[in-house]
């Protein structure tokens, strides 16, 4: 079973009915990751996985009907070539939705730097199945759009709610079940910054470097158990409120993830010296009694994790952060 084969029996197919469609969807930065995929034609994943929601960050996408033989697509108000990766992306998706014979302006924005391990494709696959949704007048439930979003982007599925949300692996061999699911807890003091070391494209891109992990990292064999661990530790935190337990779990599965990424081969190393200066940095802080602590996607960027009393102490430590 293909996505398109899912998308076919789900009878959504019909021409739009409007011309333009607008919608915005938020980022999303896991605590405990997704990395890896049982089947990689329906993105799904081998675990479960938990990420917080950044409302303010994320992509705002138009769709509007062109008279065109092609698709044309805006990043930013620039036009984006049709041979790239990120074009083609954004057409298969659309193609596995498309009626007939329409096409698209695409036009989308993101607040936050493209392809650099800040979640643009989850915010960008999650707002174009938004404004699908609405563009093709589906009225589907958040659930369903979670799922079709998956096959844009993975991560994309955790992008429709606010909060803590858990991305479940699901078990239906096609993957009916595998969507976001939003956590009843809520932790409103949890604060969360982003650090750029570098805000150009990644060197792989987090499907590949997965895929070369799967097939290659000895250590990924014990990858699906720390996630059941950290899971259940993240959950029992988030229950306790315990901040400092949210923050060690959530850096310590950031560290397991890149270190079973290192051992594949060839290694996948995401992170620049810069990246581990600033990781030391954080240690040292946490040793003067500041709970800061970090998460790493793919890509040298940092995330830190802290308490929303500490933003004022944290914001001088690090001027440069963006505050999410
Ligand atoms: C490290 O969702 O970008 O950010 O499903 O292949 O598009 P694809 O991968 P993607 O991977 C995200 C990986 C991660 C961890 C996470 O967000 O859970």
Redesign the pocket.
């Known amino acids: 079973m293909k996505p398109y084969d899912i998308i076919h029996q789900s009878s959504i197919k019909r021409l739009p009915q409007k011309t333009t469609a607008t919608a915005f969807a938020p980022t999303?930065?896991?605590l405990?990751?997704?990395?890896g995929?049982r089947d990689a034609s329906l993105?799904l994943?081998m675990t479960d996985?938990l990420?917080l929601t950044l409302p303010h960050h994320g992509t705002q996408t138009t769709l509007t009907c062109i008279d065109a033989a092609d698709d044309r697509v805006l990043l930013n108000d620039k036009p984006v070539a049709t041979n790239t990766p990120f074009y083609l992306k954004l057409v298969d998706f659309i193609n596995l939705f498309r009626h007939s014979t329409e096409r698209f302006l695409i036009n989308t924005y993101n607040n936050i730097p493209t392809s650099a391990?800040l979640?643009s494709?989850?915010s960008g696959?999650a707002a174009l199945t938004l404004a699908l949704n609405d563009i093709y007048a589906w009225q589907l439930e958040r659930r369903m759009l979670s799922m079709f979003s998956?096959f844009?982007?993975?991560?994309?599925c955790?992008s429709f709610w606010e909060g803590f949300v858990l991305?479940q692996k699901g078990s239906h061999p096609y993957g009916l079940d595998s969507y976001g699911v939003p956590l009843e807890l809520n932790f409103p003091s949890v604060k969360m910054g982003f650090q750029l070391i570098q805000s150009t494209e990644k060197s792989i891109?987090?499907?590949d470097a997965?895929n070369i992990t799967t097939r290659t990292s000895p250590l990924y064999a014990a990858w699906s158990d720390t996630v059941t661990l950290h899971l259940r530790q993240m959950k029992e935190a988030l229950i306790n409120q315990d901040f400092e337990r949210l923050g060690e779990v959530a850096e310590h599965n950031a560290l397991a993830?890149h270190a079973t990424m290192q051992a594949a081969w060839p290694s996948i190393c995401y992170a620049l010296p810069e990246t581990w200066v600033q990781m030391a940095k954080v240690r040292d802080l946490r040793k003067t009694g500041l709970l800061i602590f970090f998460t790493q996607?793919?890509g040298p960027n940092l995330k830190f994790i802290f308490q929303e009393k500490d933003q004022e102490k944290v914001k001088a430590h690090f001027p440069e952060m963006i505050m999410t």
């Open positions: 999303n930065i896991a405990i990751k997704y990395w995929k993105n994943p996985s990420s391990g979640a494709s989850a696959f998956r844009g982007s993975g991560s994309a955790r991305w891109s987090s499907r997965m993830m996607d793919a």
